[in-house]
């Protein structure tokens, strides 16, 4: 038997396939971030897309991760693989934050938008700490039988955070770093 689901993706793998090709305003799993959650920061944009690539990874590890409510009906070969590929995938999803958040939190300082609006940045990076910790304390309640659960916990983490944080927070700064006299606006795509 294979070590890996056949199904099995990686946030690295999926992550250039989700580059848009044409413009779409619904959100999907999956597909091209809407014109709502693109903030125009090439790279924050690239690694929001990631994030979406995340979700697919997340919800293509288990047959019916909305359905079942637990992992008892699987065989034991099959849950090691189901809890093997999460296990993988909230690694890359805590190397993602780490760098995604500190690149976030750094633009805030470099832009001067930490000066200008203290309130607003602390709350930004208070959700940061917020989401690390949620997803800290998925990793910490990983249990073969229960991967199904954990699944659904990440599902809706991922969407609140494309939802909410990004259509959010991530705006906010990113509206502040791309207008016209921003030190740091980032050069137009040709
Ligand atoms: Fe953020
Ligand atoms: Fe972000």
Redesign the pocket.
């Known amino acids: 038997m294979s070590s890996q689901p056949n199904n099995a993706v990686t946030c690295q793998q999926l992550a250039p396939a989700l580059v848009p090709s044409v413009e779409s305003t619904d959100w999907m799993p999956g597909g091209p971030l809407p014109a709502a959650l693109e903030t125009g920061h090439k790279s ?1 944009d690239f ?2 897309r990631q994030l979406l690539a995340c979700m697919i990874a997340a919800r293509s590890i288990c047959d019916d991760f909305r359905g079942y409510r637990n992992c008892s009906g699987c065989i034991e070969a099959r849950r090691a693989l189901c809890e093997n590929e999460l296990v993988r995938l909230l690694g890359d999803l805590l190397s993602f934050i780490l760098d ?1 958040f500190k690149t ?1 939190e750094e633009i805030m300082r470099d832009s001067l938008l930490i000066m200008v609006d203290r309130d607003l940045c602390e709350a930004h990076m208070e959700d940061h700490a917020a989401i690390s910790s949620k997803i800290q304390q998925i990793v910490a309640s990983l249990e073969s039988h229960n991967t199904v659960n954990l699944l659904r916990e990440l599902d809706g983490l991922l969407g609140r955070w494309i939802n909410h ?2 259509a959010l927070h ?1 705006m906010m700064l990113m509206r502040w770093v791309e207008r016209d006299d921003s030190a740091l606006k980032t050069p137009l795509s040709p």
Request: net charge negative.
């Open positions: 924050i690694e929001h995604h976030e944080h990004v991530d």
